[in-house]
């Protein structure tokens, strides 16, 4: 159980052709270029709350944003992390 009260909807595309009109949480997985696209993505996410897995170098560009965010350790990895940023 995750504790989702709300309904939660799987969007299996880019997310500038997503709607994220009704959602309160963003959700990525690690992209090729993540750091190229992460402006675009958090423009698009405005205020949600946003979960990205990525490595270090998504790590530093949140870092060289200035942006706050809590970062958690994959298990058995080394350098994956999830990494979640509040509105």
Not at 21 to 33: E, P, V, Y
Not at 49 to 58: A, P
Not at 68 to 84: A, G
Request: proline letters at 3%.
């Amino acid at each position: 159980n995750l504790g989702l009260n709300d309904k939660a909807e799987i969007v299996n595309r880019q997310f500038e052709e997503a709607d994220p009109i009704d959602c309160k949480f963003i959700t990525c997985r690690a992209l090729d270029k993540f750091t190229d696209k992460l402006p675009r993505l958090l423009k698009w996410s405005n205020n949600r709350t946003k979960l990205l897995f990525g490595g270090l170098n998504l790590r530093s560009a949140l870092q060289q944003q200035d942006l706050s965010f809590n970062e958690k350790l994959m298990p058995m990895s080394e350098q994956r992390y999830l990494l979640v940023l509040k509105k």
